[in-house]
């Protein structure tokens, strides 16, 4: 099987930097990008090509990014689509610029990326599309309900996308990932919303802890979850031979999450659903 070509977007810490070092030990050629080139430049050592990515970027300019990825080895066969960041606070210090931003980086940032790649996907009949989602699409919490939202937008919009593409021979996987020892929840990427109320005074200082204390105790283990998946791209591994489900959920936190709602919702129709469908006509 021929190397394959990987984009990978957020690729300066965590995951995407992980994805880089799995994608190259597996013998494929990775892209590497990040808003501040500088931050990736190490990576040319190890054997990948680096550009600047902004997420955020309008549409042309992401359109002009692809292009200049396609042209280090003629074409591109993954995007993993892993650039994205944590917003916290509660509804009423949370400014409408605070989400606009977040949603421009996780939800707007990889759907106007995939918008730019799918014209060349769909030209070569093949291309596999990844998007990091997380766990927090299936709950809300206290304090971080505009990343829940983010995740949860970003699910409804790519559980769509995937049947659009699948006809062109295009695959595409969700990643729904529990809580990995990543720098997600380091203070320096973490952006907290101004208080703004005193009421929220003791909310915003436990809120402060809560996150300092999950910061590097987290139980997934990156380099697993990373191999993970892209074993599920080439079919190696635990995909070997097996037909990989659109969704992956990984981390056993993770799994528990999505169950536990699975089954709140199952309970919820099960007691509510006579009256509830008695509003048919």
Same mark, same amino acid.
């Given at each position: 099987m021929a190397p394959l070509v990987w984009l990978i977007t957020g690729t300066s810490s965590g995951f995407g930097l992980a994805f880089v070092y799995s994608i190259l030990a597996h013998g494929d050629k990775a892209i590497a990008t990040a808003r501040t080139l500088s931050k990736i430049k190490h990576l040319q050592d190890s054997g990948a090509e680096i550009m600047q990515l902004d997420v955020t970027a309008p549409q042309l300019e992401l359109d002009e990014k692809i292009k200049q990825a396609i042209a280090f080895y003629g074409h591109v066969d993954v995007l993993i689509n892993n650039a994205g960041y944590m917003q916290t606070g509660n509804w009423e210090d949370l400014s409408h610029e605070d989400l606009l931003a977040i949603f421009n980086t996780n939800v707007f940032g990889p759907i106007n990326l995939t918008r730019s790649i799918l014209p060349h996907f769909r030209e070569q009949q093949a291309g596999t599309l990844v998007f990091i989602g997380s766990s927090a699409a299936w709950q809300g919490n206290p304090g971080i309900s505009a990343y829940n939202g983010t995740k949860n937008a970003l699910q409804g919009m790519v559980e769509g996308l995937q049947q659009e593409v699948l006809p062109f021979g295009i695959k595409t996987l969700l990643v729904e990932a529990g809580s990995f020892r990543t720098s997600l929840l380091d203070p320096r990427n973490v952006n907290m919303a101004s208080a703004k109320f005193e009421?929220?005074?003791?909310?915003?200082?436990? +809120?402060? $802890?809560?996150?300092?204390? +999950?910061? $590097?105790?987290?139980? $997934?283990?990156?380099?697993? $979850?990373?191999?993970?998946?892209?074993?599920?791209?080439?079919?190696?591994?635990?995909a070997e031979g097996k037909e990989v489900p659109f969704r992956l959920i990984l981390g056993a936190d993770g799994l528990k999450t999505v169950m536990d709602k699975a089954k709140e919702v199952i309970t919820l129709c099960e007691k509510w659903g006579d009256a509830f469908s008695s509003t048919d006509l």
């Open positions: 009421a929220y005074e003791e909310y915003n200082t436990c +809120l402060k $802890g809560v996150i300092k204390s +999950l910061n $590097g105790t987290q139980v $997934g283990d990156t380099p697993k $979850g990373v191999k993970f998946i892209v074993d599920a791209v080439k079919g190696e591994g635990w």
